[in-house]
């Protein structure tokens, strides 16, 4: 489950433009955390193995820095206009055709895409008989909310209610959850991280993953 929303989020990167990219980055970087967390590895091992690695490959690492530093200064040059040179006095400059139409004025906005979908775990941690509160934004009014989790939906689903939700799961027995439509329980294991993520049924938007410790 993480693996594909590792892939949906990097092509959110391919296609996005300058402005979002930063954003799409962000997205991948919190599934690549919550996987890494899913292997026992905390964002400061990773980032100790991403600079272990980096050091080992040398000219490798190299090269894509000199990719990058090609990327930014053609962007540079394609947003820096040349100058039209023609020879003997400088040609005027056209006068406007009365046909034309003024540019849009800043005034109008281009419609925003909608809000995406968030979820927050308090607290995200805890022992295996603990309540947990889950809420977040972005959802659409009175769409049911499920809480998913090792790709099951807890039982106790939310309601949207003016672009929110919010809930609370608790064990039905030490270290089992309960889930939606027969499909079993879930079982803490005591030290496992475990991903978890909102949908939206209404709409079928998944939010990114957020993780929760079991001491």
Same mark, same amino acid.
Request: proline share 12%; aromatic share 4%; with cysteine.
């Given at each position: 489950m993480l693996l594909d929303k590792l892939t949906?989020?990097? $092509?959110?990167?391919?296609?996005? #433009?300058?402005?979002?990219?930063?954003?799409?980055? $962000?997205d991948v970087l919190e599934v690549v955390l919550a996987i890494a967390g899913c292997l026992g590895i905390t964002p400061v091992g990773l980032e100790q193995m991403r600079q272990d690695e980096a050091a080992e490959r040398g000219a490798s690492a190299r090269a894509w820095s000199g990719m990058a530093t090609r990327? #930014? $200064? &053609?962007?540079? !040059? %394609?947003?820096? +206009?040349? +100058?039209?040179?023609?020879? &003997?006095s400088p040609?005027?400059? +056209?006068?406007?055709?009365?046909?034309?139409h003024p540019t849009a004025t800043s005034s109008q906005s281009a419609p925003q895409p909608p809000a995406r979908l968030t979820i927050e775990l308090r607290p995200n941690y805890g022992g295996t008989s603990a309540?947990? =509160?889950?809420y977040g934004t972005g959802c659409s009014h009175e769409d049911q909310i499920d809480t998913f989790v090792l790709g099951k939906a807890l039982e106790g689903a939310t309601k949207c209610q003016n672009g929110k939700y919010q809930g609370q799961y608790a064990p039905y027995q030490n270290g !089992?959850? $309960?889930?939606? &439509?027969?499909? &079993?329980?879930?079982?803490? %294991?005591?030290g496992k991280p475990y991903p978890m =993520?909102? !949908?939206?049924m209404g709409t079928?938007?998944? %939010?990114?993953?957020k993780l929760y410790r079991v001491e």
């Open positions: 949906e989020e990097a $092509a959110g990167v391919r296609v996005a #433009n300058d402005t979002g990219r930063p954003g799409e980055l $962000a990327i #930014n $200064a &053609g962007r540079t !040059k %394609s947003a820096t +206009p040349t +100058p039209a040179t023609t020879s &003997g040609r005027p400059s +056209p006068s406007p055709s009365p046909t034309s309540t947990i =509160y889950v !089992k959850w $309960a889930c939606i &439509g027969g499909n &079993g329980t879930i079982i803490l %294991s005591p =993520y909102a !949908k939206d079928g938007q998944e %939010s990114l993953p």
